[in-house]
Protein backbone atom coordinates (compact mmCIF):
# COMPACT_ATOMS: atom_id res chain seq x y z
CA UNK A 1 0.00 0.00 0.00
CA UNK A 2 1.45 3.54 -0.93
CA UNK A 3 2.46 5.72 1.49
CA UNK A 4 -0.34 8.41 -0.07
CA UNK A 5 -3.06 5.64 0.04
CA UNK A 6 -2.29 5.06 3.71
CA UNK A 7 -2.63 8.69 4.89
CA UNK A 8 -6.23 9.15 2.71
CA UNK A 9 -7.13 5.84 4.88
CA UNK A 10 -5.65 7.63 8.15
CA UNK A 11 -7.68 10.61 7.31
CA UNK A 12 -10.89 8.90 6.69
CA UNK A 13 -10.52 7.17 10.01
CA UNK A 14 -9.66 10.19 12.40
CA UNK A 15 -12.21 12.30 10.63
CA UNK A 16 -14.75 9.61 11.11
CA UNK A 17 -14.15 9.02 14.33
CA UNK A 18 -14.25 12.95 15.26
CA UNK A 19 -17.41 12.93 13.60
CA UNK A 20 -18.45 10.21 16.06
CA UNK A 21 -17.57 12.03 19.12
CA UNK A 22 -19.40 15.13 17.78
CA UNK A 23 -22.40 13.41 17.80
CA UNK A 24 -22.01 11.35 20.83
CA UNK A 25 -23.90 13.12 24.21
CA UNK A 26 -23.39 12.74 27.75
CA UNK A 27 -26.68 13.59 29.65
CA UNK A 28 -25.60 14.15 33.26
CA UNK A 29 -29.44 13.09 35.36
CA UNK A 30 -29.80 13.65 39.11
CA UNK A 31 -32.37 11.62 41.18
CA UNK A 32 -32.28 10.52 44.57
CA UNK A 33 -33.20 7.26 46.34
CA UNK A 34 -33.25 6.18 49.84
CA UNK A 35 -33.76 2.20 49.04
CA UNK A 36 -30.99 0.26 48.31
CA UNK A 37 -32.82 -1.47 45.82
CA UNK A 38 -31.94 0.75 42.50
CA UNK A 39 -33.38 -0.24 39.59
CA UNK A 40 -31.24 2.93 37.51
CA UNK A 41 -28.24 0.92 36.55
CA UNK A 42 -30.65 -0.91 34.68
CA UNK A 43 -32.90 1.45 33.12
CA UNK A 44 -29.48 3.50 32.02
CA UNK A 45 -28.02 0.30 30.25
CA UNK A 46 -31.66 -0.39 28.68
CA UNK A 47 -31.90 3.36 27.35
CA UNK A 48 -28.10 3.65 26.13
CA UNK A 49 -28.58 0.10 24.26
CA UNK A 50 -31.73 2.08 22.03
CA UNK A 51 -29.77 5.17 21.83
CA UNK A 52 -26.59 4.36 20.97
CA UNK A 53 -24.98 7.75 20.56
CA UNK A 54 -26.32 8.94 24.39
CA UNK A 55 -24.43 8.09 27.38
CA UNK A 56 -26.34 8.73 30.50
CA UNK A 57 -24.43 9.72 33.74
CA UNK A 58 -26.90 9.26 36.76
CA UNK A 59 -25.84 10.36 40.17
CA UNK A 60 -28.30 9.53 43.27
CA UNK A 61 -27.87 12.69 45.21
CA UNK A 62 -28.53 12.54 49.06
CA UNK A 63 -32.22 13.81 49.85
CA UNK A 64 -31.13 15.93 53.15
CA UNK A 65 -28.60 18.53 50.55
CA UNK A 66 -30.78 18.13 47.35
CA UNK A 67 -32.42 20.93 46.52
CA UNK A 68 -29.35 22.95 48.12
CA UNK A 69 -26.98 21.05 46.05
CA UNK A 70 -29.33 21.81 42.57
CA UNK A 71 -29.33 25.49 43.40
CA UNK A 72 -25.93 25.68 43.66
CA UNK A 73 -25.07 24.02 40.96
CA UNK A 74 -27.63 26.19 39.18
CA UNK A 75 -25.86 29.47 40.08
CA UNK A 76 -22.41 28.23 39.70
CA UNK A 77 -22.91 27.22 36.11
CA UNK A 78 -22.34 23.15 36.82
CA UNK A 79 -26.24 22.00 36.56
CA UNK A 80 -26.88 18.46 35.65
CA UNK A 81 -28.79 18.35 32.14
CA UNK A 82 -31.75 16.86 33.87
CA UNK A 83 -33.11 16.03 37.45
CA UNK A 84 -36.06 15.33 39.33
CA UNK A 85 -37.98 17.85 40.80
CA UNK A 86 -40.71 18.65 43.18
CA UNK A 87 -43.05 21.01 42.32
CA UNK A 88 -42.64 23.37 45.87
CA UNK A 89 -39.39 24.11 43.63
CA UNK A 90 -40.73 25.10 40.45
CA UNK A 91 -41.31 28.60 41.41
CA UNK A 92 -38.01 29.37 41.97
CA UNK A 93 -36.26 27.56 39.32
CA UNK A 94 -39.09 29.39 36.67
CA UNK A 95 -37.48 32.57 38.28
CA UNK A 96 -34.14 31.95 37.95
CA UNK A 97 -34.97 30.63 34.42
CA UNK A 98 -33.78 27.45 35.22
CA UNK A 99 -36.41 25.36 33.34
CA UNK A 100 -36.41 24.36 29.69
CA UNK A 101 -40.30 24.48 28.46
CA UNK A 102 -41.20 20.99 27.25
CA UNK A 103 -44.93 21.35 26.57
CA UNK A 104 -44.03 21.40 22.80
CA UNK A 105 -42.45 18.03 23.55
CA UNK A 106 -44.61 16.55 25.34
CA UNK A 107 -47.39 17.11 22.72
CA UNK A 108 -45.75 15.69 20.19
CA UNK A 109 -44.54 12.43 22.54
CA UNK A 110 -46.12 9.69 22.23
CA UNK A 111 -46.05 9.01 25.92
CA UNK A 112 -48.64 11.55 26.18
CA UNK A 113 -51.80 9.21 25.50
CA UNK A 114 -50.82 6.98 28.74
CA UNK A 115 -50.19 9.34 31.60
CA UNK A 116 -53.35 9.27 34.05
CA UNK A 117 -55.71 12.15 33.57
CA UNK A 118 -54.82 15.59 35.21
CA UNK A 119 -51.18 14.91 35.72
CA UNK A 120 -50.47 17.58 33.42
CA UNK A 121 -52.15 19.99 34.87
CA UNK A 122 -51.02 19.68 38.40
CA UNK A 123 -47.99 20.26 36.96
CA UNK A 124 -47.90 23.60 35.56
CA UNK A 125 -45.84 26.03 35.97
CA UNK A 126 -46.64 29.01 37.54
CA UNK A 127 -46.57 30.64 34.47
CA UNK A 128 -48.71 28.23 32.98
CA UNK A 129 -45.79 26.63 31.00
CA UNK A 130 -45.52 22.79 30.95
CA UNK A 131 -41.90 22.43 32.57
CA UNK A 132 -42.10 19.05 34.41
CA UNK A 133 -43.01 15.66 33.12
CA UNK A 134 -44.72 13.59 36.25
CA UNK A 135 -42.75 10.69 36.67
CA UNK A 136 -44.55 9.26 40.24
CA UNK A 137 -47.17 10.65 42.38
CA UNK A 138 -49.57 9.93 45.47
CA UNK A 139 -52.93 11.06 46.49
CA UNK A 140 -54.52 11.40 49.77
CA UNK A 141 -57.41 9.18 50.37
CA UNK A 142 -58.99 7.90 53.93
CA UNK A 143 -58.04 4.65 55.35
CA UNK A 144 -60.72 2.71 57.15
CA UNK A 145 -60.66 -0.28 59.78
CA UNK A 146 -62.93 -2.89 57.89
CA UNK A 147 -63.31 -4.80 61.49
CA UNK A 148 -64.66 -1.88 62.78
CA UNK A 149 -67.03 -0.95 60.49
CA UNK A 150 -68.05 -4.37 60.07
CA UNK A 151 -68.56 -4.76 63.76
CA UNK A 152 -70.86 -1.42 63.50
CA UNK A 153 -72.83 -2.14 60.73
CA UNK A 154 -71.25 0.85 58.49
CA UNK A 155 -70.20 1.65 54.78
CA UNK A 156 -67.35 3.37 54.62
CA UNK A 157 -68.74 7.49 54.44
CA UNK A 158 -68.82 9.34 50.95
CA UNK A 159 -69.81 12.56 52.15
CA UNK A 160 -69.07 14.48 55.55
CA UNK A 161 -72.50 13.92 56.98
CA UNK A 162 -71.45 10.04 56.57
CA UNK A 163 -67.69 10.59 58.11
CA UNK A 164 -69.02 12.71 61.40
CA UNK A 165 -71.88 9.91 61.66
CA UNK A 166 -69.68 7.14 61.56
CA UNK A 167 -66.84 8.32 63.65
CA UNK A 168 -69.70 9.11 66.47
CA UNK A 169 -70.74 5.53 65.97
CA UNK A 170 -67.38 3.85 66.14
CA UNK A 171 -66.26 5.92 68.81
CA UNK A 172 -66.15 3.62 72.34
CA UNK A 173 -63.75 6.34 74.36
CA UNK A 174 -61.16 6.05 75.57
CA UNK A 175 -60.36 2.65 73.87
CA UNK A 176 -61.45 3.63 70.48
CA UNK A 177 -62.19 7.22 68.29
CA UNK A 178 -63.35 7.52 65.19
CA UNK A 179 -60.95 9.75 63.41
CA UNK A 180 -56.90 9.92 63.96
CA UNK A 181 -56.29 14.10 62.91
CA UNK A 182 -52.71 14.74 62.44
CA UNK A 183 -53.00 17.94 64.21
CA UNK A 184 -49.09 18.00 64.48
CA UNK A 185 -46.48 18.89 61.60
CA UNK A 186 -47.55 17.65 57.89
CA UNK A 187 -51.89 17.84 59.16
CA UNK A 188 -52.49 20.81 56.95
CA UNK A 189 -53.27 18.14 53.99
CA UNK A 190 -55.72 16.20 56.00
CA UNK A 191 -57.28 19.42 57.22
CA UNK A 192 -57.65 20.60 53.63
CA UNK A 193 -60.26 17.64 52.76
CA UNK A 194 -62.33 19.16 55.14
CA UNK A 195 -61.86 22.79 54.14
CA UNK A 196 -60.21 23.13 51.00
CA UNK A 197 -63.12 21.50 49.86
CA UNK A 198 -65.49 23.68 51.10
CA UNK A 199 -64.85 26.83 49.68
CA UNK A 200 -61.89 27.58 51.35
CA UNK A 201 -58.59 29.15 49.28
CA UNK A 202 -55.10 30.25 50.47
CA UNK A 203 -55.57 33.66 49.19
CA UNK A 204 -56.81 36.87 49.85
CA UNK A 205 -60.46 36.47 51.18
CA UNK A 206 -59.96 32.85 50.73
CA UNK A 207 -60.03 31.44 54.20
CA UNK A 208 -61.74 34.06 56.13
CA UNK A 209 -65.08 33.67 54.08
CA UNK A 210 -68.16 32.83 56.12
CA UNK A 211 -68.24 29.16 54.50
CA UNK A 212 -64.04 28.40 55.07
CA UNK A 213 -64.65 29.16 58.54
CA UNK A 214 -67.79 27.27 59.46
CA UNK A 215 -66.25 24.13 57.33
CA UNK A 216 -62.91 24.47 60.10
CA UNK A 217 -65.30 24.83 63.10
CA UNK A 218 -66.84 21.60 62.00
CA UNK A 219 -63.27 20.09 61.96
CA UNK A 220 -62.59 21.53 65.56
CA UNK A 221 -65.88 20.52 66.54
CA UNK A 222 -64.99 16.84 66.02
CA UNK A 223 -62.83 16.91 68.19
CA UNK A 224 -63.58 19.39 71.22
CA UNK A 225 -67.88 18.38 70.98
CA UNK A 226 -68.19 15.34 69.23
CA UNK A 227 -65.22 14.25 71.02
CA UNK A 228 -64.82 11.31 68.34
CA UNK A 229 -60.83 12.57 68.46
CA UNK A 230 -58.18 11.50 70.10
CA UNK A 231 -57.20 13.72 73.10
CA UNK A 232 -53.74 13.39 71.78
CA UNK A 233 -54.74 15.10 68.32
CA UNK A 234 -52.90 18.73 68.86
CA UNK A 235 -49.41 16.83 68.96
CA UNK A 236 -50.12 13.81 66.75
CA UNK A 237 -47.83 13.42 63.59
CA UNK A 238 -47.61 10.85 61.29
CA UNK A 239 -46.37 7.89 63.57
CA UNK A 240 -48.93 8.72 66.22
CA UNK A 241 -51.73 8.51 63.67
CA UNK A 242 -50.74 5.12 61.65
CA UNK A 243 -49.41 3.54 65.20
CA UNK A 244 -52.97 4.44 66.63
CA UNK A 245 -55.09 3.04 63.39
CA UNK A 246 -53.02 -0.14 63.60
CA UNK A 247 -53.56 -0.52 67.22
CA UNK A 248 -57.43 -0.39 66.44
CA UNK A 249 -57.48 3.43 68.53
CA UNK A 250 -58.58 5.24 65.82
CA UNK A 251 -60.92 3.10 62.72
CA UNK A 252 -60.08 6.15 60.56
CA UNK A 253 -56.97 8.52 59.05
CA UNK A 254 -56.67 10.00 56.31
CA UNK A 255 -52.83 9.07 54.67
CA UNK A 256 -51.55 8.02 50.90
CA UNK A 257 -50.39 4.57 49.16
CA UNK A 258 -46.87 4.98 50.70
CA UNK A 259 -47.74 3.77 54.40
CA UNK A 260 -50.23 1.06 52.67
CA UNK A 261 -47.98 -1.87 52.61
CA UNK A 262 -47.05 -1.12 56.03
CA UNK A 263 -50.92 -1.04 57.04
CA UNK A 264 -51.43 -4.47 55.41
CA UNK A 265 -48.59 -6.24 57.45
CA UNK A 266 -49.98 -5.16 60.95
CA UNK A 267 -53.68 -5.61 59.92
CA UNK A 268 -54.10 -8.11 56.88
CA UNK A 269 -57.62 -7.61 55.36
CA UNK A 270 -58.86 -5.76 58.43
CA UNK A 271 -57.50 -2.40 56.50
CA UNK A 272 -58.66 -0.90 53.42
CA UNK A 273 -59.27 2.77 51.94
CA UNK A 274 -61.55 4.84 49.68
CA UNK A 275 -61.14 8.47 48.58
CA UNK A 276 -61.62 11.03 50.97
CA UNK A 277 -65.84 12.64 51.48
CA UNK A 278 -67.02 14.65 49.51
CA UNK A 279 -67.74 17.94 51.81
CA UNK A 280 -70.58 20.46 50.74
CA UNK A 281 -70.64 19.17 47.30
CA UNK A 282 -66.37 19.08 46.33
CA UNK A 283 -63.84 17.10 47.13
CA UNK A 284 -60.23 18.03 47.68
CA UNK A 285 -57.44 15.76 48.21
CA UNK A 286 -53.86 16.49 48.39
CA UNK A 287 -50.89 15.41 45.46
CA UNK A 288 -47.74 14.32 46.80
CA UNK A 289 -45.55 14.35 43.17
CA UNK A 290 -42.28 14.16 41.98
CA UNK A 291 -41.41 14.73 38.34
CA UNK A 292 -38.64 14.96 35.71
CA UNK A 293 -37.24 18.58 34.14
CA UNK A 294 -34.39 19.74 31.42
CA UNK A 295 -32.32 22.64 32.44
CA UNK A 296 -32.17 25.66 30.08
CA UNK A 297 -28.16 25.73 30.73
CA UNK A 298 -27.76 22.23 28.86
CA UNK A 299 -26.33 21.88 26.09
CA UNK A 300 -28.14 18.14 25.43
CA UNK A 301 -31.58 19.01 25.50
CA UNK A 302 -33.27 16.79 22.91
CA UNK A 303 -30.93 13.47 24.76
CA UNK A 304 -32.09 14.56 28.09
CA UNK A 305 -35.94 14.67 26.93
CA UNK A 306 -35.33 11.78 25.40
CA UNK A 307 -34.04 10.30 28.58
CA UNK A 308 -36.35 11.47 31.13
CA UNK A 309 -39.66 10.91 28.50
CA UNK A 310 -37.95 7.13 28.26
CA UNK A 311 -38.16 7.09 32.31
CA UNK A 312 -42.07 8.26 32.02
CA UNK A 313 -43.09 5.58 29.74
CA UNK A 314 -44.56 1.82 30.69
CA UNK A 315 -42.33 -0.25 31.79
CA UNK A 316 -39.87 1.76 32.73
CA UNK A 317 -42.07 3.93 34.86
CA UNK A 318 -43.24 1.11 36.84
CA UNK A 319 -39.42 -0.32 37.34
CA UNK A 320 -38.59 2.97 38.17
CA UNK A 321 -41.73 3.61 40.93
CA UNK A 322 -40.02 0.00 42.35
CA UNK A 323 -37.15 2.05 44.45
CA UNK A 324 -40.01 4.90 45.21
CA UNK A 325 -42.97 3.10 46.93
CA UNK A 326 -45.10 5.41 45.01
CA UNK A 327 -47.16 5.44 41.82
CA UNK A 328 -46.17 5.02 38.31
CA UNK A 329 -48.14 7.99 36.20
CA UNK A 330 -49.29 5.92 33.86
CA UNK A 331 -52.73 4.12 32.95
CA UNK A 332 -50.90 0.80 31.39
CA UNK A 333 -48.54 0.30 34.85
CA UNK A 334 -51.80 1.51 36.70
CA UNK A 335 -53.64 -1.52 35.27
CA UNK A 336 -51.34 -3.74 36.28
CA UNK A 337 -49.81 -2.57 39.62
CA UNK A 338 -48.78 -4.85 41.93
CA UNK A 339 -46.38 -3.17 44.09
CA UNK A 340 -49.40 -2.43 46.56
CA UNK A 341 -52.97 -4.53 47.35
CA UNK A 342 -55.19 -3.37 44.41
CA UNK A 343 -57.68 -1.51 46.63
CA UNK A 344 -54.87 1.37 47.63
CA UNK A 345 -53.96 1.55 43.61
CA UNK A 346 -58.09 2.24 42.79
CA UNK A 347 -58.37 4.85 46.05
CA UNK A 348 -55.17 6.61 44.93
CA UNK A 349 -56.09 6.90 41.18
CA UNK A 350 -59.83 7.06 41.73
CA UNK A 351 -58.88 10.51 43.76
CA UNK A 352 -56.84 12.00 41.04
CA UNK A 353 -59.31 13.54 39.52
CA UNK A 354 -59.90 15.95 42.23
CA UNK A 355 -56.39 16.25 43.63
CA UNK A 356 -55.10 19.57 44.12
CA UNK A 357 -51.43 21.31 44.81
CA UNK A 358 -51.42 24.58 46.98
CA UNK A 359 -50.55 27.65 45.34
CA UNK A 360 -46.93 28.08 44.36
CA UNK A 361 -45.73 31.06 46.56
CA UNK A 362 -43.41 31.73 49.06
CA UNK A 363 -45.99 31.86 51.52
CA UNK A 364 -47.22 28.29 50.97
CA UNK A 365 -43.99 27.21 52.48
CA UNK A 366 -44.46 28.92 55.64
CA UNK A 367 -48.26 27.90 55.57
CA UNK A 368 -46.93 24.00 55.64
CA UNK A 369 -43.95 24.26 57.97
CA UNK A 370 -44.93 26.19 60.77
CA UNK A 371 -47.78 27.97 60.07
CA UNK A 372 -50.98 25.47 59.66
CA UNK A 373 -50.11 23.07 62.87
CA UNK A 374 -49.48 26.07 65.48
CA UNK A 375 -52.70 27.66 64.33
CA UNK A 376 -54.43 24.31 64.39
CA UNK A 377 -53.07 22.93 68.02
CA UNK A 378 -54.21 26.42 68.78
CA UNK A 379 -57.55 26.03 68.22
CA UNK A 380 -58.00 22.53 69.08
CA UNK A 381 -56.86 23.41 72.45
CA UNK A 382 -59.40 26.65 72.70
CA UNK A 383 -56.43 29.11 72.67
CA UNK A 384 -58.31 30.76 69.31
CA UNK A 385 -61.48 30.64 67.50
CA UNK A 386 -62.04 29.17 64.11
CA UNK A 387 -62.38 32.86 62.74
CA UNK A 388 -59.25 33.96 64.74
CA UNK A 389 -56.90 30.93 63.22
CA UNK A 390 -58.36 31.06 59.96
CA UNK A 391 -57.66 34.88 60.05
CA UNK A 392 -53.84 33.78 60.60
CA UNK A 393 -53.47 31.67 58.32
CA UNK A 394 -54.56 34.33 55.91
CA UNK A 395 -52.39 37.21 56.57
CA UNK A 396 -49.66 35.08 55.25
CA UNK A 397 -51.35 35.61 51.71
CA UNK A 398 -52.06 39.23 52.38
CA UNK A 399 -49.27 40.11 49.82
Not at 10 to 35: I, K, M, P, Q
Not at 139 to 153: K, M
Request: charged share 20%.
Amino acid sequence: MTNLRKFSIGVALATTLLAGSASAETVRFWYHFDNPENPMADLVAKFEAANPGITIEAENVPWNSYYDTLYTSLVGGNAPDAAMVKLFAQPRLVEMGALEPIGDKIDAWPGKTDLLDNLLELNKGPDGQQYYLPIQYVTLYLYYRTDLFEQAGLKPPTTCEEFRDAAIKLTKAPTTYGFGLRGGKGGWDQWGAFVLSQGGELKPGGLTNEKAVAANQWLIDLFQKDKVIPPSAPNDGFQEITGAFKAGTTAMTIHHIGSSNDMVKALGDKVSAVPVPECGGNRWTSYGDESLAVFSASEAKDAAWKWISFLAEGENNVAFNKATGQMTVTKSGSENWNLHERRFVEATVQSLPFAHVLPQTPATSEFVNTAWQTAMQQALTGQITSQQMMEQLEALFAQ
